[in-house]
T-cell receptor, first 114, second 115 residues
Framework: GENVEQHPSTLSVQEGDSAVIKCTYS??????FPWYKQELGKRPQLIID?????GEKKDQRIAVTLNKTAKHFSLHITETQPEDSAVYFC?????????????FGKGTHLIIQP | EPEVTQTPSHQVTQMGQEVILRCVPI?????FYWYRQILGQKVEFLVS????????KSEIFDDQFSVERPDGSNFTLKIRSTKLEDSAMYFC?????????????FGPGTRLLVL
């Protein structure tokens, strides 16, 4: 089955700086890659996703890049703010008509230092 | 904005007891999921459900687990004989299928503690 590796496990950046979180996946048939943000004790919330037919997607301060050849995708957050502090999970699935569940990475605890 | 809801928010049970976790997916959604998250760990897929049957299940989802859509709105996860290692946060999720690659929306979770 699919295996998703996520790095780093903890990332501390100064407010205003950029943060980058990286994930790799193992199943070349995976074609949908969402990123979820989870605040302490709360539900995972989708912040951005990317399909395998594009290489990059941006939404304000958040961007995701996908390299299908390397089976690698990354989350980029620019101009970080205190409210960006949370655990971020990458995930992969073989979406496209089926009901495939998401395989998650182990999460990155992002800490924004004031 | 409609959201997935789950009840109860917390459940404490004795080992060996049966528990039923309840979810109300978003009303026009067709695919339903259960995930679990052991404290401090990643979210793990348990099962997906479509058209009143299981579509996919992980190796975690053994014979102790079952899912049901008893009516037009609820989606339940039953654990027949709970074990200590079943203690976790259980998330329900749902999505539509207009086309491929629809977002899964998560509920707030039920924290299950098995003593």
């Amino acid at each position: 089955g699919e295996n998703v590796e996520q790095h780093p496990s903890t990332l501390s950046v100064q407010e205003g700086d950029s943060a980058v979180i990286k994930c790799t996946y193992s199943d070349s048939a995976s074609n949908y890659f969402p990123w979820y943000k989870q605040e302490l004790g709360k539900r995972p919330q989708l912040i951005i996703d990317i399909r395998s037919n594009v290489g990059e997607k941006k939404d304000q301060r958040i961007a995701v890049t996908l390299n299908k050849t390397a089976k690698h995708f990354s989350l980029h957050i620019t101009e970080t703010q205190p409210e960006d502090s949370a655990v971020y999970f990458c995930a992969a699935s073989k979406s496209g008509g089926g009901a495939d569940g998401l395989t998650f990475g182990k999460g990155t605890h992002l800490i924004i230092q004031p | 904005e409609p959201e997935v809801t789950q009840t109860p928010s917390h459940q404490v049970t004795q080992m060996g007891q049966e528990v039923i976790l309840r979810c109300v997916p978003i009303s026009n959604h067709l695919y339903f999921y259960w995930y679990r998250q052991i404290l401090g760990q990643k979210v793990e897929f348990l099962v997906s459900f479509y058209n009143n049957e299981i579509s996919e299940k992980s190796e975690i989802f053994d014979d102790q687990f079952s899912v049901e859509r008893p009516d037009g709105s609820n989606f339940t996860l039953k654990i027949r004989s709970t074990k200590l290692e079943d203690s976790a946060m259980y998330f329900c999720a749902s999505r539509r299928q207009v086309g491929a690659w629809e977002t899964q929306y998560f509920g707030p979770g039920t924290r299950l503690l098995v003593l």
